[in-house]
Nanobody, 113 residues
Framework: VQLQASGGGLVQAGGSLRLSCKARGLNFKISTMGWYRRAPGMERELVARITSGGSATYAESVEGRFTISRDWATRTTALQMDNLKPDDTAVYYC????????WGQGTLVTVSS
């Protein structure tokens, strides 16, 4: 299983970024996909998760600002991040459980004030 994340970068507060995670080597149609993040000095935390049926859940801190989606044709899970805040600065990781947990390589998001 391989998870290839992309889309991080530097943005000003209030701006937007879109992260993308391409999955290989798993049955994407039945897999729950998630995005986690780890801010400096903090534990890794769940940001958003989407089931095989398209049901999404979000951390309270990003509810209403972030949107997770999936494209079965391209096997891609996206995280649209709007109205970004400096507290959103973190390394973002794509995740799935397929027999065991798998993680993407992480992509850095930096939000300046």
């Amino acid at each position: 299983v391989q998870l290839q994340a992309s889309g991080g970068g530097l943005v000003q507060a209030g701006g937007s970024l879109r992260l993308s995670c391409k999955a290989r080597g798993l049955n994407f149609k039945i897999s729950t996909m998630g995005w986690y993040r780890r801010a400096p000095g903090m534990e890794r935390e769940l940001v958003a998760r989407i089931t095989s049926g398209g049901s999404a859940t979000y951390a309270e801190s990003v509810e209403g600002r972030f949107t997770i989606s999936r494209d079965w044709a391209t096997r891609t899970t996206a995280l649209q991040m709007d109205n970004l805040k400096p507290d959103d600065t973190a390394v973002y990781y794509c995740n799935t459980f397929y027999g065991r947990e798998f993680w993407g390589q992480g992509t850095l998001v930096t939000v300046s004030s």
